[in-house]
Nanobody, 119 residues
Framework: QVQLAESGGGLVQPGGSLRLSCAAS????????MGWYRQAPGKERELVAI???????NYADSVRGRFIISRDNAKNTVYLQMNSLKFEDTAVYYC?????????????WGQGTQVTVSS
C-alpha cells in the first residue's frame, strides 16, 4: 500500500506563510495526481489544490493566487506553499495521491496536519 507522510503544519499569524510537504512511500507504484484537501471544524472536506505528474494544476477559488502547489516526481513528494494566510484557512490539511500499483488503481490519504491561523 502507498503511504503518505505530511509535515509543515502549525500556528501562524494572519498574513503569514507556511509550507506543507507530503512524501509518498511504498513499492511498485506510479503516482499520477497529488493534491491537498482541507477540513475545517463543522465543515466537509474540500479540495484545495491538485497537480498532475506533468505539472498541470487546479486551485480552489478561495486559495487561488495565494497558494502554490508543486511536486518533485523523483522524490514522490508534493508541496503546498501557503501565503497571505487568513483566519478561514484554519483547518486540517490532508494530502492525497492517486495512481497505479501493480496494475491496479489506488487513492491514498495522509493522516492530516493542523494549520491554525490566529493573531
Amino acid at each position: 500500500q502507498v503511504q503518505l507522510a505530511e509535515s509543515g503544519g502549525g500556528l501562524v499569524q494572519p498574513g503569514g506563510s507556511l509550507r506543507l510537504s507530503c512524501a509518498a512511500s511504498g513499492s511498485n507504484f506510479h503516482i499520477n495526481t497529488m493534491g491537498w484537501y482541507r477540513q475545517a471544524p463543522g465543515k466537509e472536506r474540500e479540495l484545495v489544490a491538485i497537480i498532475t505528474r506533468g505539472g498541470s494544476t487546479n486551485y480552489a477559488d478561495s486559495v487561488r493566487g495565494r497558494f502554490i502547489i508543486s511536486r518533485d516526481n523523483a522524490k514522490n513528494t508534493v508541496y503546498l506553499q501557503m501565503n497571505s494566510l487568513k483566519f478561514e484557512d484554519t483547518a486540517v490539511y490532508y494530502c492525497n495521491a492517486a495512481g497505479t500499483q501493480i496494475w491496479l488503481q489506488f487513492s491514498s490519504w495522509g493522516q492530516g496536519t493542523q494549520v491554525t491561523v490566529s493573531s
